[in-house]
């Protein structure tokens, strides 16, 4: 099976002079799916004329870097012309934020409108550690470490492994083992000397560790807190990790 990885936003908490906060679209034979949702990505997917491509969705963690474009996918897909639901994979915590985003959003008026989120996406819960199918793709899960259940995931059939938002682990590292691209945050600039415990993410640092024990073909680090860092971040990750090593920017693709 091949595949291919376009970056729609790579930016942390929230869209940054780089563009949208976190966002991929990972196209195969099978389908097109969106995995995570943050501010902007939407909109991206719009002005590339992607939207239509997106047949799953599949979230790492509710945080509203990840997911807050969720909303405004589901207006899109309910006005003017209402479509299909799409399948919606996340953690067990998504059945109530997306009741209350409907209690927020969702507009009384309009009979398409009144619940657009439980309206537009089926939603498949997903425990970590738990492996699914998703359009005959296979993928594989860890509980991240993160403060809110979230999702690392790797998919077999591609080499392909997404960190999400997490601290370094063994688990980590085995769920990494030998991958082909690893997409790994890198939040902070390990100079500065952030505590991230009971937080959970990487650095300069640790992204470099956890390429270099997993021994991973190509690293692609993401997800940084201030894109103004990016060289200083690459240079912490490259003391580490002596591979292939790209600093991810929102219109790049990986074909896998």
């Known amino acids: ?74 207006y899109r897909r309910s006005f003017p012309t209402v479509q299909r639901a799409l399948p919606l994979y996340a953690p067990t915590d998504f059945p109530g934020k997306l009741d209350g985003l409907d209690e927020v959003f969702g507009i009384p008026s309009l009979s398409t409108m009144r619940t657009p989120l439980r309206s537009q996406f089926d939603l498949i819960q997903v425990e970590p550690g738990q492996s699914l199918q998703i359009d005959g793709l296979s993928v594989e899960t860890i509980r991240a470490d993160h403060p809110v259940p979230t999702l690392s995931m790797r998919f077999p059939d591609l080499g392909f492994v997404y960190t999400a938002d997490t601290g370094y682990t063994e688990e980590l590292v085995e769920l990494s083992r030998e991958a082909r691209l690893l997409l790994a945050e890198a939040t902070y600039r390990a100079a500065d000397g952030i505590d991230v415990t009971g937080h959970g993410h990487l650095d300069g640092h640790t992204v470099g560790d956890l390429g270099a024990a997993a021994e991973v073909r190509h690293l692609a680090v993401t997800h940084l807190a201030d894109p103004a860092q990016t060289a200083d971040i690459e240079a912490e990750a490259r003391t580490r990790f002596g591979g292939e090593l790209t600093m991810v920017k929102p219109g790049m693709t990986f074909e896998l």
Not at 46 to 61: F, I, M, Y
């Open 1 to 74: 099976m091949t595949a291919t990885l376009t970056v729609l936003g790579a930016s942390a908490c929230a869209p940054t002079p780089l563009g949208p906060a976190s966002g991929y679209l990972l196209e195969h034979s099978g389908g097109g799916l969106l995995i995570d949702c943050g501010p902007g990505v939407v909109a991206r997917l719009a002005a590339e004329g992607l939207l239509d491509r997106v047949t799953a969705v599949l979230a790492s963690h509710s945080h509203a870097d990840h997911c807050a474009d969720l909303t405004v996918l589901a």
